[in-house]
């Protein structure tokens, strides 16, 4: 599923996988597997990882050497050089190889605009999401939802500070859903149509789990099925609820 010159996106759980031979530490391992990934997809493959930090949302500033709460190896890859991190104050990525600083310069204010985000220009790449010990979910879909504009999300507005070389006040939209417990995000059916139609390639490595899926077969598989389950990627669907797009703004 990965090939020379690929754009991955990768979201991890190494813990998981158990104990690896020869492996002493936590440097070490992140290393062993970043340079298997690069390996694998070449000098002119990248590397992305999740350093979101959802600065302004919490009233923080967002400052590019915060670390990120995004796991093990996404803070290793930060700090790896040379690296790239987006100046985005809620979903920011870092980013290693041949179209690293392209996919991570001059983003929007909108962290899911359609033409110039991050995941824009993930799809227009066609990258692949490559997801160590999780399901074939992953923040691409939230990007996808708002390209098929479903209706229970929205477009939210926050303003803070950005530190980058002086501090300056900035805006930042996200994709946010509307408050109820219903309307929260559930990948699970997603992963489970993925895997049945192939689309989410997957191999066992420890006590673990590899899986692949590409961007385009994502958005082929969203768009096919929510006219059908408009639900599907929310909790509503598991619960069997069936909520009143009518009352959402009440719910903001």
Same mark, same amino acid.
Request: include cysteine; charged fraction near 25%; glycine fraction near 8%.
């Given at each position: ?12 759980n ?5 104990? *690896? ?11 062993m ?8 997809i070449?000098?002119?493959g ?32 930060r700090?790896?050089? $040379?690296?790239?991190? #987006? $100046? /985005?104050?809620?979903y920011s ?10 996919l ?12 110039a ?8 790449l ?11 979910g #992953? ?12 209706p229970?999300r ?9 530190r980058l070389y ?14 109820? /417990?219903?309307?929260? *995000?559930?990948?699970?059916a ?37 006219p ?6 929310t909790?509503?669907?598991a619960?069997?609820?069936? $909520?009143d ?8």
């Amino acid at each position: 599923p990965l090939e020379r010159g690929d754009v991955v996106f990768c979201h991890s759980n190494l813990g998981f996988f158990g104990r *690896a031979e020869g492996v002493t530490g936590s440097h070490d391992l992140c290393e062993m597997f970043f340079d298997a990934i690069m390996e694998r997809i070449g000098p002119n493959g990248t590397l992305c990882v999740p350093t979101f930090t959802y600065s302004f949302p919490r009233g923080e500033i967002y400052d590019p050497e915060r670390p990120t709460e995004m796991g093990l190896f996404s803070e290793w890859v930060r700090h790896r050089a $040379p690296s790239w991190r #987006s $100046p /985005d104050p809620c979903y920011s990525v870092s980013a290693s190889g041949d179209e690293a600083q392209w996919l991570t310069e001059c983003v929007p204010e909108n962290s899911f605009d359609s033409q110039a985000s991050f995941l824009a220009r993930f799809s227009e790449l066609d990258g692949k999401v490559l997801n160590l010990n999780f399901d074939a979910g #992953s923040t691409f879909i939230h990007w996808v939802e708002r390209q098929l504009d479903v209706p229970y999300r929205f477009d939210k507005m926050f303003t803070g500070i950005v530190r980058l070389y002086s501090d300056r006040k900035a805006r930042s939209t996200i994709w946010v859903r509307y408050l109820d /417990d219903a309307l929260e *995000a559930r990948f699970e059916a997603f992963d489970a149509l993925a895997r049945e139609r192939g689309m989410f390639h997957t191999a066992r490595l420890g006590r673990g789990e590899m899986g692949v899926i590409s961007a385009a077969d994502t958005y082929k598989l969203i768009e096919e099925t929510l006219p059908k389950r408009p639900w599907f990627l929310t909790k509503a669907e598991a619960l069997g609820v069936e $909520p009143d797009p009518a009352k959402f703004s009440e719910l903001r």
